[in-house]
């Protein structure tokens, strides 16, 4: 059984906490959503509260162990401060003689966040030496980044070897425990929503799915692959053609499982990938040669919903189209507005889902919107988290 903070005696103590605020922002430096932030609020507010000494950690972007000023985590020590309502030092770096300075002048009650944990190299590298560096400044290590679990980094795996006492933080565990009643132990039917751009980076979770699922949706980029492997022509749209055989392979399995998988039945096409493109409705037969398939058209949707109206327990991962673009949106806006409509368990993982959650004003009507894109996967495809197996051991 992991253990959570809760179970820890932290009064007093260096909590080393991994959070994940890698967040967007503007050119002008300023955070464009901080979800990121607010959602490990909670576990920040209990460490203070039990008057822990309490020391954030976190990457930003990716600079590739090298010391890039816009990905510096300055503006978010500063925002988090006034959502805390108090003082956030900030640490000139994450390791190091100063931050050791630092953290050995900290009172009970004290927040620091540390320099972005990528202007190292060795952070990724899982190197030992750096996360023993990162361990001299905690008694008490606590993982709160589900977005980042799914990766074996210093901070997030190799620290865990150093430090006594280690546990999961209230967002890593309610992550966990969504994860856990949406597939382990659904209310049925359950029916996942799988879109984005490529088949590849989600075969793992497709087929290790139909285990699990009543109906599966395939929708955006990734659905054309499915329907040029079933003998449609899909024009100029998208495609991965070396993995033709595992989409055909993919849909046989399903079909022999008792799994419905449902394909788009017609397309927003375009003749070229922009905003003020030339666009139209089609069927999958009548894509034009040379056009795009950029979003599911209306038949689809409505065949989509009544899918989801029907659901108890709902998976979403992946846009239906282009939904940036507004002449591509509209698939995936019907599909976000059954699944906040469905009266079921709702979850979205990954950024461009919960992205387009929030652009449709639905987010108020999902049950749990994952902070995690790549560890949401990875628990879809039955595998275990590095970061969380690191806490167990």
Not at 170 to 180: A, M, N, Q, S
Request: glycine share 8%; hydrophobic share 45%.
């Amino acid at each position: 059984m992991m253990r959570t903070i809760r179970d820890l005696e932290i009064t007093g103590k260096r909590v080393l906490i991994r959070v994940d605020f890698n967040v967007p922002m503007d050119e002008s430096g300023n955070i464009t959503d901080d979800l990121r932030i607010t959602s490990v609020l909670d576990t920040i507010e209990y460490a203070v509260s039990k008057k822990a000494r309490v020391i954030l950690c976190s990457h930003m972007g990716r600079p590739k162990g090298k010391r890039v000023e816009r990905f510096s985590l300055a503006p978010v020590a500063r925002h988090l401060g006034e959502l805390l309502g108090k003082k956030v030092s900030f640490a000139p770096d994450c390791i190091g003689a100063e931050v050791e300075a630092m953290v050995a002048t900290m009172q009970d009650g004290d927040v620091l966040l540390l320099e972005n944990l990528r202007f190292h190299a060795e952070e990724q590298e899982n190197d030992p030496a750096f996360a023993k560096q990162l361990a001299r400044i905690a008694d008490v290590y606590i993982n709160n980044a589900f977005a980042v679990s799914h990766r074996a980094h210093a901070s997030v795996v190799g620290v865990t070897r150093y430090v006594a006492e280690k546990a999961a933080g209230f967002l890593l565990e309610k992550e966990l425990e969504y994860f856990h009643r949406s597939v382990d132990e659904p209310v049925r039917p359950l029916v996942a929503i799988v879109g984005g751009a490529k088949v590849s980076s989600k075969l793992g979770a497709l087929t290790n799915m139909l285990d699990k699922v009543d109906a599966m949706l395939i929708g955006g980029a990734m659905a054309n692959t499915f329907l040029k492997s079933q003998g449609h022509g899909v024009g100029a749209s998208k495609v991965e053609n070396d993995l033709m055989q595992e989409a055909s392979k993919f849909l046989t399995t399903a079909s022999q499982k008792g799994v419905k998988v449902y394909l788009p039945v017609d397309v927003v096409a375009a003749d070229s990938f922009a905003a003020d493109a030339v666009s139209k409705q089609v069927t999958i037969q009548d894509i034009p040669d040379g056009w795009m398939a950029l979003d599911i058209g209306p038949a689809t949707v409505i065949c989509f919903q009544e899918v989801l109206r029907d659901a108890r327990t709902i998976i979403w991962n992946g846009p239906m189209g282009a939904f940036e673009m507004d002449p591509f949106a509209q698939g995936t806006r019907g599909v976000a507005r059954a699944v906040a409509s469905a009266h079921a368990l709702s979850i979205t993982g990954g950024g461009d889902s919960n992205a387009a959650v929030k652009k449709f004003g639905e987010a108020p009507n999902i049950s749990y919107m994952s902070t995690g894109g790549g560890a949401f996967l990875m628990l879809m495809e039955g595998k275990e988290l590095p970061g969380v197996v690191a806490l167990e051991g």
